[in-house]
């Protein structure tokens, strides 16, 4: 069955052979995914929105575009995240546009709630820091649904500029900059047979707790290289479950920055929504360490 894949693979450009492969892709998943093709693309292979609002975990970005058109069509999605550790915080809301599956471009608002650490910090019990994200990813090479017959990844560049709104408190506490740019390569593979994704990327960034506290510090003032990864197994072709790490710079001198991981579990019932639950573990956020708690995420996507 996978070598029909990789036949029609090469006879896209008919309808016919659009529907041929729908079905031959179904069948080689097997009981992991069923014959749920969604605007052209399968249930769920093309990611969540992440707390950035790139397509991919809710960590990390992969290489898929986001939304479920295919070549010549259009994508998109909207989403809400929330995060609540034991001391803070964190609503995400935002979207992202896929076009002809090649090309996507994000917007994200971040606000971050300090909660009573800000009172200790003089900021105001519950006071907010807020940065924008504008995201834009260009899928270079590779599909990671299609190309079963090599281990060829899908191979994606993107870029995320963040502008921070409190410039002024971001840099009182040790930050070089209240803006900054990310620059991301990401590489995902999905095995079809046991229905695994994996994905892995490569930061090159100087954002403190993702740009929330700034850019740069008094530890450190250049940008470094991070690596963030995921794993998902879709169980069926409505539910995946996974896990991701994300390293961290650490540039100020106030606090410790530690890496990042979580275990999700991204839950589709329709075409047009998925949910995703995880437990996440931040640990040290200015002055609370083991900053640890629910990540909710919900998805309306075309």
Same mark, same amino acid.
């Not at 290489?63 to 915080?89: P, S």
């Not at 940008?223 to 390293?247: C, D, K, M, N």
């Given at each position: 069955?996978?070598?029909a894949?990789?036949?029609?693979?090469?006879?896209?450009?008919?309808?016919?052979a659009r529907?041929?492969?729908?079905?031959?892709?179904?069948?080689?998943?097997?009981?992991?995914?069923a014959?749920?093709?969604?605007?052209?693309?399968?249930?769920?292979?093309?990611?969540?929105?992440?707390i950035?609002?790139?397509?991919?975990?809710?960590?990390?970005?992969?290489?898929?575009?986001?939304?479920?058109?295919?070549?010549?069509?259009f994508?998109?999605?909207?989403?809400?995240?929330?995060?609540?550790?034991?001391?803070?915080?964190?609503g995400?809301?935002?979207?992202?546009v896929?076009? +002809?599956?090649?090309? !996507?471009?994000s917007y #994200?608002?971040?606000?971050?709630? %300090?909660?009573? @650490? =800000? $009172?200790?910090?003089?900021?105001?019990?519950?006071?907010?820091?807020?940065?924008?994200?504008?995201?834009?990813?260009?899928?270079?090479?590779?599909?990671?649904?299609?190309?079963?017959?090599t281990?060829?990844?899908?191979?994606?560049?993107?870029?995320?500029?963040?502008?921070?709104?409190?410039?002024?408190?971001?840099?009182?506490?040790?930050?070089?900059?209240?803006?900054?740019?990310?620059?991301?390569?990401?590489?995902?593979?999905?095995?079809?047979?046991?229905?695994?994704?994996?994905?892995?990327?490569?930061?090159?960034?100087?954002?403190?707790?993702?740009?929330?506290?700034?850019?740069?510090?008094?530890?450190?003032?250049?940008? +470094?290289?991070?690596? !963030?990864?995921?794993v #998902?197994l879709?169980l069926?072709? %409505?539910?995946? @479950? =996974? $896990?991701?790490?994300?390293?961290?710079?650490?540039?100020?001198?106030?606090?410790?920055?530690?890496?990042?991981?979580?275990?999700?579990?991204?839950?589709?019932?329709?075409?047009?929504?998925?949910?995703?639950?995880?437990?996440?573990d931040?640990?040290?956020?200015?002055?609370?360490?083991?900053?640890?708690?629910?990540?909710?995420?919900?998805?309306?996507?075309?």
């Amino acid at each position: 069955m996978q070598q029909a894949v990789i036949r029609m693979k090469h006879e896209r450009t008919s309808i016919g052979a659009r529907g041929a492969l729908a079905l031959a892709l179904a069948l080689a998943i097997g009981p992991a995914i069923a014959n749920d093709r969604t605007g052209g693309k399968l249930l769920l292979t093309a990611g969540v929105s992440q707390i950035e609002g790139a397509a991919g975990g809710g960590l990390t970005p992969w290489a898929v575009i986001g939304g479920y058109g295919t070549e010549g069509q259009f994508g998109g999605n909207v989403f809400h995240t929330r995060v609540a550790t034991d001391d803070y915080r964190l609503g995400v809301t935002g979207l992202a546009v896929g076009i +002809s599956d090649r090309v !996507e471009l994000s917007y #994200a608002r971040q606000r971050f709630d %300090t909660r009573d @650490v =800000g $009172a200790a910090l003089g900021l105001g019990r519950g006071f907010k820091l807020e940065q924008d994200v504008y995201g834009a990813k260009v899928r270079l090479a590779g599909d990671a649904v299609l190309d079963q017959d090599t281990w060829l990844p899908q191979i994606a560049l993107g870029v995320q500029h963040k502008r921070h709104r409190q410039g002024d408190i971001v840099r009182a506490v040790g930050a070089r900059s209240a803006n900054g740019t990310d620059v991301y390569l990401s590489a995902t593979k999905l095995f079809l047979d046991p229905g695994l994704l994996v994905n892995g990327t490569l930061r090159h960034t100087r954002a403190n707790q993702v740009g929330i506290l700034g850019f740069g510090g008094d530890r450190r003032g250049s940008a +470094s290289v991070e690596f !963030e990864g995921s794993v #998902a197994l879709l169980l069926h072709r %409505t539910l995946a @479950v =996974g $896990a991701e790490y994300r390293t961290k710079p650490n540039n100020l001198g106030i606090a410790r920055e530690d890496d990042w991981w979580d275990l999700f579990v991204a839950w589709a019932p329709t075409r047009n929504v998925s949910v995703t639950l995880a437990y996440a573990d931040i640990g040290n956020v200015v002055i609370r360490d083991d900053q640890r708690g629910w990540y909710l995420s919900v998805q309306f996507g075309f």
